[in-house]
């Protein structure tokens, strides 16, 4: 089995340059200059990219985040990403992709490349209701969105997709996470999968310190899976016994312990 590749992912940043509305008639007779497209603090899903006049619908997972802050992250339906992006008007002018390396096949590994070639350089925004397109000026590159509503705490299905550890986050090991994933439920209890069994225990939910304590070890079936599903299930069966601080944006979310040890989950729809 070949060795995982895990990657620490780098954490992207995006300037958001905004001039602001510009109002009022000069003495040429000019018009209002149109406002900044309204992109910060806004959440995305990636429906589509089309390259060279060719469609090619998003794998699940494929977002773009912009946060208030200016900083923004994404994912190309494989590896995280950031860009450098200044909005003037109606156009986003995309450049300095940062982006992991894990390594991706199928859908995935053909639909990454295309994104990233659709999300650069200059693109003209339009914004109507719910969806968002981005289109090169030759027209030829189109970059369709939706906005993304976000999700409670509680009632959510969450997929492990990545490992903390202090400052840094990987990505799971190859052929390990494909059923990782848990709902912390309205009666405080926590069920789900480690990566090879189902699991449930019971929990407490502190929302005023965004902290998640699990109490006492998780039970769960007994079932044998592969060395990396099972290396996996150690970790997460470890972790999720104690105490844990957790952080909610939007549809990601994080849980470490004291230790600074943890995981990070996506909102899924299964």
Same mark, same amino acid.
């Given at each position: ?5 895990? *990657? ?5 940043? *995006? ?5 602001? !509305? ?19 603090? @806004?959440?995305? @899903? ?5 390259? &060279? ?37 109606? !156009?986003?002018?995309? !450049? ?17 490349? #295309? =994104?990233?070639?659709? =999300? ?7 914004? $109507? ?14 970059? #369709? ?15 492990? &997709?990545?490992?903390?550890?202090? /400052? ?10 494909? $059923?990782?994933? =848990?709902?912390?439920?309205? /009666? ?10 189902? =699991?449930?225990?019971?929990?407490? *939910?502190?929302? $005023? ?5 699990? #109490?006492?070890?998780?039970? @769960? ?9 099972? $290396? *996996? ?20 979310? @994080?849980?470490? &312990?004291?230790?600074? #040890? ?9």
């Amino acid at each position: 089995m070949p060795k995982p590749r895990a *990657l620490a992912v780098l954490v992207p940043l *995006l300037l958001l340059t905004a001039c602001g !509305t510009e109002g009022g008639t000069g003495s040429g007779g000019a018009g209002t200059v149109s406002p900044d497209l309204p992109v910060a603090g @806004t959440h995305w @899903t990636v429906d589509a990219v089309t390259v &060279d006049g060719r469609r090619s619908t998003a794998p699940d997972g494929a977002r773009v985040d912009f946060e208030e802050n200016g900083r923004a992250q994404g994912n190309g339906g494989c590896n995280a990403f950031g860009a450098d992006v200044a909005v003037q008007g109606d !156009t986003l002018t995309v !450049t300095r992709h940062q982006f992991t390396m894990m390594g991706c096949s199928g859908d995935r590994a053909a639909f990454e490349p #295309e =994104f990233l070639e659709a =999300f650069s350089g200059p693109l003209k925004g339009t914004l $109507k209701g719910e969806d968002l397109r981005l289109t090169s000026p030759d027209g030829r590159n189109v970059l #369709e969105l939706t906005a993304e509503p976000a999700v409670p705490l509680r009632g959510t299905t969450w997929k492990i &997709d990545g490992l903390v550890s202090g /400052d840094t986050a990987s990505s799971l090991p190859a052929g390990s996470g494909a $059923k990782a994933r =848990f709902v912390i439920g309205a /009666d405080g209890r926590v069920t789900g999968n480690l990566g090879c069994n189902n =699991f449930s225990a019971h929990a407490r *939910l502190d929302e $005023k310190a965004r902290t998640l304590t699990v #109490e006492g070890p998780a039970a @769960t079936t007994r079932m044998i899976c592969t060395p990396p599903q099972m $290396k *996996l299930e150690t970790r997460l069966y470890e972790l999720l016994d104690g105490p844990l601080t957790y952080r909610l944006n939007h549809r990601t979310l @994080t849980l470490t &312990d004291a230790s600074g #040890e943890g995981l990070t989950a996506a909102a899924t729809a299964r």
